[in-house]
């Protein structure tokens, strides 16, 4: 949530805000820890729970919460409601988006370390790829059951 390596706690997993020049550098994290090498962003398509479930999910926490309490107190119109309903959702989804990604990494390094491999470059490249379970490569031929023909 600070932002920051999961294994080494000290490197910004995000570039610095004077260094953002668009809304895509503001929401890419950086390639890997500069200090210890963690690969932050394992596999392409990697932070989308992140985006779905975390942030996106927090927003519309935030907007239930923030619907619930100005209908029941004030009973706004219904388009003012909804001004004031979406506006803040927007707002917190662009300024949480980096802290999901931050906490979608925690989380995972939590509960899926990557192996410190001490190899020759003392451990601090990511590994090559390993294949994954059921991530393709040639399918197997099922032999097919042999049918005896049956002549009658
Ligand atoms: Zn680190």
């Known amino acids: 949530m600070i932002l920051r390596c999961p294994v080494c706690g000290k490197s910004p997993i995000f570039a610095p805000l004077l260094h953002t020049r668009s809304l895509r ?9 500069p200090r210890c090498g963690y690969p932050y962003e394992r596999e392409p398509g990697y932070f989308l729970a992140s985006t ?5 999910g927090a927003g519309s926490v ?7 309490a100005l209908d029941l107190t004030i009973h706004p119109p219904i388009g003012w409601l909804l001004a004031a309903v979406i506006t803040p959702i ?3 989804n662009l ?3 980096r802290h999901s990604k931050a906490l979608f ?10 192996e410190k491999d001490p190899g020759e470059d003392g ?3 990511p590994k090559p790829d390993a294949p994954t379970k059921g ?18």
């Not at 779905?52 to 996106?56: L, P, V």
């Not at 991530?135 to 009658?152: C, D, F, H, R, Y």
Request: charged letters at 10%; glycine letters at 8%.
């Open 25 to 33: 550098d503001w929401f890419s994290p950086l390639d890997g820890c």
């Open 52 to 56: 779905w479930m975390i942030n996106y």
């Open 62 to 68: 935030l907007g239930i919460v923030i619907y619930l």
């Open 90 to 92: 927007i707002l917190f």
């Open 95 to 97: 300024l949480f988006a």
């Open 105 to 114: 990494i925690a989380i995972d390094h939590l509960s899926d370390p990557h």
């Open 123 to 125: 451990g601090n490249l």
């Open 135 to 152: 991530s393709g490569g040639p399918a197997q031929p099922t032999p097919k059951p042999k049918t005896e023909l049956q002549n009658v």
